[in-house]
């Protein structure tokens, strides 16, 4: 094994285009934030750095042992982080806000979005907001049936030094789209140690995840294409959805 926590958290250390976004959202409701699927921290670390009350939650233990061993001494006394699965998860307290990015949502399915969408809105305070982003299914859906393997990134092994080569393909069907991503490590002798992940994301429609939340008495109140806040199209690079409690239930 290559260690993939720490291959994915060098993989995706780069992108940042969403934290400003989520900065704002968790300013505008001034008050705890509960990150849903933290990983390895990308948006926790920000979120804390910034000053604010920033609770993780992750099933994935190697991820989040990834993330404390990041931590500075100051940060790992403010930081807690909880291993649980998004559709049986519990936590003492509720929070204003609530947001589960990094493309996650589409990955599950529809049982466990629907056990999910019940217990965030248990953890949600008074009429307090949940967000989530995803790729846009409906450009994901126009995708050819298959992708080629394409390179797509490269760094340095965390540990050996040697080259880290990130490729990534696709198989498309009609609800669903599954990536291969292939992290090749590329050793002194030539050889090439690979380790592959998986991820399948469903490719249901926006109108269907609008009327999962509202089942779920979490109610749209904005739809983003982007994180610049541009009103959401069909061709837009993300399907972004800000749903608020309905405090009613």
Known sequence: MLNYPALYHLHHIDENEDIPFWLQLAKEMNGPVLELGC????????????????IGLDKNFEM??????????????QVDVFQADLENFHLEREFPFIFLACNTLSTLQKETRLNAYSRIHDQLSGDGIFAVSIPNPLS??????QGESEIEASFSHPMTGNPIQVSSEWQRSDR????????????QDGQVERETIQSRHSLITPGE??????????NPI??????????????SPYLIIIARKDPGF
């Open 140 to 145: 994901l859906a126009s995708l050819p049936a």
């Open 39 to 54: 990983g390895t921290g990308r948006l926790l670390l920000p979120l804390l750095k910034a000053g604010y009350e920033a």
């Open 222 to 235: 904005k739809m983003y294409g982007d994180f610049e806040k541009t009103e959401f199209q069909k061709d």
């Open 64 to 77: 989040l042992s990834y993330l404390k061993g990041q931590l500075s001494t100051q940060l790992i006394e």
């Open 176 to 187: 669903f789209i599954v990536f291969h991503w292939h992290y090749d490590h590329l050793l």
């Open 209 to 218: 995840y609008q009327a999962e939340l509202q089942a779920a008495n979490l």
